[in-house]
């Protein structure tokens, strides 16, 4: 029953909408998904809120150039955020976004409370002030000119409301002390307690030169700016002013970047005194990952997009890959190189090729049974000892958010039993009864060591261990089971492995990182709308649905279009791609690289050598990151827009023949 179990909240920042999001926000919530996937298995109700900061003058200034009102921009930006992580199977449990109502609500009985209980008072604010941006520009002198537009900065003062952080030096200090985890890793505790030591300055926490932003009752224009908004989000989304209703407040983690610790760790506890509401109890920063050594920004170009990583690996190596590059904490850099090399070395070659060889060998050997296992001899008790000190270790590294020393371990335990094989070489067993049984002990120990290994790395990598899971033929859900009662010895002897299935698939360095920066630039720099993955033949509608009348065109319009019969010499399918084939096409005069979007229709086998019509003077253009030249003409049949190739099949036409 969920109400007995211990809860657990944590949440990621509330992204900018003014952006959208690249691999280093992605790493913020792909941390919080296995952190939140870990605790259930743990035995706890977690919920997991992410969302978005939609208030501003950034808001205000993007809406504009986009030529919408804010609350248009915001609603399509919130859209895509929320819709990408959904896609990239790590979904937020709470999504709170900043406009909501319940949130404007919560924030202003935040601020009701700080102000009852005497922390906010009305002054004034003075600083450097662009009036052709309209807004003030943080940290400039009188003299300095804007740094968005260039033009100077004139001294303005607006009337505030200010908070009275400076009344909360001592009160932080304390609670930092009696609470020494409060902030992790040691080293930013460090950097965030001499920075209170130094002295805090109360804070302007409302404006009247911004209007898109939440207002402060009764005292229009002040709107509530950045942070007292922004922080509060995570209450909100948790019941608000109603938070013992839900049970989730205080909040057990707040997972950032070190670039917004001292907001979380200093402004938030402070506010929550105030108002004598509990305060957090964890805050953990992670550092960044760089490009080429510096920060990710679309200005500069160099950001990594996490959709076309998922496509091409799939979302599973992406997660392996954050977690496993860098210390948790720490900055790191990013390359796809090291990216796939991790993905065909310690996914391919590591977990996906364990999981295959020993899989195939119970198939042949024991029709597909887990085999009941004989007699054991010291070498089997040696591989037990490894994979139960795996689950020691790296349980003891996840639970100290030691993310990348926690997968070492497991993968140390692959390696175990990558080794247990290579020397007891079950392969080269013939079939008396001896034999068999010494296999049957083998190929259990080996797949029970696969069944700890699946069960430990399932935060990680959700959907491959659900996967391997199913080809182990074990009962219940791998998410179901309970990290405090993994042991040695629990695979199910007797139990059907689920159909084989690749994990995966080994990839080109060079093409993989080809592909993965062909969809990321089509990503970032669409050049027309997406076509049709398949091809459908021109004139076909789905399901001979009636379309609207089409315009009419003359013969010179269609004799634009040059048709020609193609014969299919090659096919095969994409990593990445289920829906898409790759087929070589003699035309006649030269033979054509082309996608088609027929994988699920039609066996890459059984085309090779048909006759088929190609467009063969359309643009070349790359679908998945793969360059198509041409396009194969299809009928587009039934609901679901089934594509059926049109073809020759009563003569026999010539190759390059062209359709008139
Ligand atoms: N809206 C504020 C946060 C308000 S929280 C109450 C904000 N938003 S943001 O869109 O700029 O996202 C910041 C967060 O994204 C960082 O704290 C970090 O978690 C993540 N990252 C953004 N770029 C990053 C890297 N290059 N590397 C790692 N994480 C990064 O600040």
Redesign the pocket.
């Known amino acids: 029953m969920p109400g007995d179990k211990p809860k657990f909240y944590l949440t990621?920042?509330?992204?900018?909408t003014n952006g959208l999001p690249h691999i280093?926000?992605t790493?913020?919530t792909v941390i919080a998904d296995a952190i939140r996937r870990y605790k259930r298995m743990r035995g706890y109700e977690v919920v997991m809120t992410t969302g978005t900061?939609e208030h501003g003058v950034n808001v205000e200034r993007a809406a504009q150039k986009a030529g919408v009102p804010e609350s248009e921009y915001v609603a399509r930006m919130a859209v895509a955020w929320k819709a990408l992580w959904d896609e990239l199977g790590i979904p937020a449990d709470e999504f709170i976004r900043t406009t909501d109502i319940r949130h404007v609500r919560t924030v202003q009985w935040l601020f009701k409370l700080c102000r009852e209980n005497g922390y906010v008072y009305k002054g004034n604010y003075t600083g450097q002030y662009c009036i052709y941006d309209n807004a003030f520009v943080t940290d400039a002198k009188p003299g300095d000119n804007c740094p968005d537009c260039g033009r100077p900065t004139e001294t303005v003062t607006e009337e505030n409301y200010y908070f009275k952080l400076s009344a909360f030096q001592k009160p932080l200090l304390d609670f930092y002390n009696k609470n020494p985890n409060f902030i992790q890793p040691e080293t930013r505790k460090n950097e965030i307690i001499s920075f209170v030591e130094g002295g805090l300055k109360d804070l302007s926490i409302t404006r009247t030169t911004v209007r898109w932003g939440i207002p402060v009752p009764g005292e229009e224009p002040h709107v509530f700016y950045v942070w007292f908004d922004?922080?509060t989000?995570y209450l909100s989304a948790v019941g608000g002013p109603d938070y013992e209703k839900r049970g989730f407040w205080p909040c057990d983690l707040h997972l950032?970047?070190k670039?917004?610790i001292r907001f979380h760790t200093v402004y938030w506890p402070a506010f929550l005194m105030a108002a004598m509401l509990p305060v957090p109890k964890q805050v953990w920063a992670?550092g960044?990952?760089?490009m080429d050594a510096s920060?990710?920004s679309k200005s500069k170009g160099n950001v990594v997009l996490p959709r076309p990583i998922a496509n091409m690996l799939g979302m599973d190596a992406m997660r392996y890959f954050l977690m496993r590059e860098v210390v948790f904490g720490q900055d790191g850099n990013f390359s796809y190189d090291a990216l796939v090399t991790r993905y065909n070395s310690d996914l391919a070659n590591g977990l996906g090729n364990l999981a295959s060889r020993t899989l195939a060998m119970i198939e042949k050997n024991f029709g597909g049974k887990i085999p009941k296992p004989g007699p054991r001899l010291p070498q089997d008790d040696v591989l037990a000892k490894v994979a139960s000190e795996a689950v020691g270790e790296a349980l003891e590294r996840f639970e100290r958010f030691e993310f990348a020393r926690s997968l070492e371990a497991i993968w140390a335990a692959i390696a175990g039993a990558d080794k247990y094989l290579t020397s007891e070489q079950p392969w080269a067993m013939g079939d008396s009864e001896a034999d068999m049984q010494r296999k049957a002990t083998i190929l259990w120990t080996t797949a029970e060591l696969l069944r700890v290994v699946t069960v430990l790395a399932h935060p990680v990598l959700p959907d491959s261990t659900a996967k391997v899971w199913t080809l182990l033929g074990q009962p219940g859900k791998v998410s179901a089971v309970e990290l405090d009662g993994l042991r040695w010895g629990q695979l199910v002897a007797g139990a059907q492995l689920g159909k084989a299935q690749a994990l995966f698939p080994r990839v080109d360095k060079q093409e993989a990182i080809e592909r993965i920066e062909a969809m990321a630039n089509e990503e970032l720099n669409p050049t027309q709308p997406p076509a049709p993955a398949a091809a459908p033949a021109p004139a076909a509608t789905a399901g001979g649905v009636a379309a609207p009348a089409p315009e009419k065109i003359g013969i010179e319009d269609f004799t634009k279009v040059e048709m020609r019969v193609g014969q299919i010499k090659t096919a095969e399918r994409i990593v990445g791609a289920d829906k898409l084939l790759k087929l070589t096409v003699d035309i006649g005069t030269e033979i054509r690289q082309i996608c088609a979007g027929i994988a699920q229709f039609y066996e890459p086998e059984k085309l090779i050598g048909r006759k088929v019509a190609v467009v063969v003077n359309l643009a070349p253009r790359k679908l998945r990151g793969v360059e198509s030249n041409g396009m194969i003409v299809a009928a587009s049949v039934g609901p679901e827009g089934r594509p059926v190739l049109a073809g020759f099949p009563d003569e026999d036409v010539e190759i390059g023949a062209r359709l008139k």
Not at 12 to 16: E, F, R, V
Request: proline share 4%; charged share 15%.
């Open positions: 990621t920042p509330i992204y900018y280093g926000h790493y913020t900061d922004a922080l989000a950032v970047g670039d917004i992670h960044w990952f760089l920060k990710m």
